[in-house]
């Protein structure tokens, strides 16, 4: 995965699995592999067993990992540099014009622009 | 005293209840908001991947569009804004390459290099007009409010953008005090709310939101101030169905910390837009004898 530390900038190896990343994250009780799971798939170069997981497309990037990480990872930019490798295979999380009418209707814009810009290619 | 705004997309629609009230509050302390004169959507998220430069083009454009007006500083109310231009004010500010590279392909504009202050509206409250002034100016205390303050994520992270501390912030407390209401701490104020998940992972969003209503609630809030338009949107207009669907489905007003700022500076409540914010505030407000019924 030497794709993913070329797209986020950051050192994966010195995550020292404490798990602090996971202890405080708030989508922890819906993710299918824990932050830190993610962070040792990754380290091992796992892209497939991450496919399969929701954990990336969960993430919201809130920071709460990146400012108590004692190892000073920026997570987030881990869990976009993962999103963008399988966004840029031009495959869409979620596709916009299957999302109903009466959904977007009362959507503002930045949650319409938040959300294409982290879920589609 | 004049100084550059830049509003952002959702304050000019669905979130006009916070533009409309902090342009009218700002009128009230003697400081002119300046809408620029062009601008664009910064993006709304911060582009994480450190080999995506396009997405730095927006944020960037519109700190051009400042330093144009030959303005040093700029104002936002929205959390997300904030967040999105002050990150990338600081890339330009701190990657030398990445600087000349944006500058090179926006060839038609001024230069950049950074320039430009990034300044959210409660940290201007806080350092140029102060506490104390602020306390002084007030004309209707909101004495019997018993209120929380959510921060959300973009306000207080990362470090390096941060106006308050990521753990403990105190700036809303400070500002709510100032304006006299009873400030209810809740620790679930530094949630994530959720985010765009509202859209994609709705239920995700809101068992979140469900405890940061239901956390507020317990510990005696009666409204909740935030000063994000999509923290707004699940915390407000989705927070019934959230507090249903994983909690006892009781639900509290929410407001924009700039709605609170007008009414207890006495701005026309007209301004403050109710009508589009959560179906209570007016109501709740009204009981206390703060706006008209």
Redesign the interface.
């Known amino acids: 995965m030497e794709k993913v530390k070329e797209i986020s900038g950051e050192n994966i190896d010195k995550c020292m699995q404490c798990g602090t990343c996971s202890g405080g994250c708030p989508m922890i009780d819906v993710l299918q592999i824990t932050p830190r799971g993610i962070m040792h798939l990754s380290a091992l170069g796992q892209e497939q067993k991450i496919a399969k997981a929701n954990t990336i497309w969960m993430c919201a990037s809130c920071n709460t990992c990146a400012v108590r990480c004692p190892r000073g990872i920026d997570i987030p930019k881990v869990m976009e540099a993962m999103r963008q490798i399988f966004l840029r295979k031009n495959v869409n999380y979620i596709e916009p014009n299957q999302i109903p009418d009466e959904v977007l209707e009362d959507m503002p814009q930045i949650v319409m622009v938040s959300c294409f810009r982290k879920h589609t290619a | 005293m004049k100084i550059a705004y830049y509003p ?3 304050l000019k ?3 006009k209840n916070l533009n409309d009230s902090a342009v009218a509050a700002m009128a009230k302390l003697g400081v002119e908001l300046v809408e620029l004169d062009r601008w664009n ?1 910064c ?3 911060y582009s ?5 430069l396009l ?1 730095q083009v927006a944020p960037v454009r519109d700190l051009i569009r400042v330093k144009d007006m030959g303005y040093d500083k700029v104002i936002t109310v ?1 959390s ?1 804004c904030y967040n999105t231009l002050a990150r990338a004010n600081n890339l330009v500010r701190n990657d030398e390459e990445k600087r000349y590279t944006l500058n090179s392909f926006m060839e038609e504009e001024t230069d950049y290099n950074g320039e430009v202050e990034v300044v959210h509206l409660l940290t201007f409250l806080k350092d140029e007009i102060g506490w104390g002034k602020l306390k002084e100016k007030v004309t209707k205390p909101l004495s019997d409010l018993k209120i929380s303050p959510y921060y959300g ?1 973009t306000l207080t ?3 390096d953008i941060a106006i308050d501390s ?2 403990n912030p105190r700036i809303m407390h400070d500002f709510l005090e100032a304006l006299g209401a009873q400030v209810v701490n809740n620790p679930a104020g530094i ?2 709310c ?8 709705p ?2 969003a809101y ?2 939101i469900n405890k940061i209503i239901s956390t507020a609630i317990n510990r005696g809030a009666e409204a909740i101030a935030s000063s994000c ?2 923290c707004e ?1 699940s915390l407000g ?1 989705r927070q019934k169905q959230a507090t249903e669907k994983f909690g006892d489905g009781k639900t509290l007003p929410t407001f924009y910390f700039t709605q609170l700022l007008a009414v207890a500076l006495g701005v026309d409540d007209a301004l403050m837009h109710f009508e589009i914010g959560h179906e209570k505030s007016r109501e709740l407000l009204a009981s206390k004898n703060l706006v008209g019924a």
Not at chain 2, 48 to 52: G, H, P
Not at chain 2, 194 to 201: A, K, T, V
């Open positions: 952002g997309c959702t629609t669905s979130a959507c993006g709304a998220v994480l991947a450190d080999d995506d997405h929205c997300m994520c992270r990362p470090r990521a753990d949630e994530c959720g985010s765009y998940q509202i859209l994609s992972n239920d995700a068992s979140n338009p999509l949107f207009k």
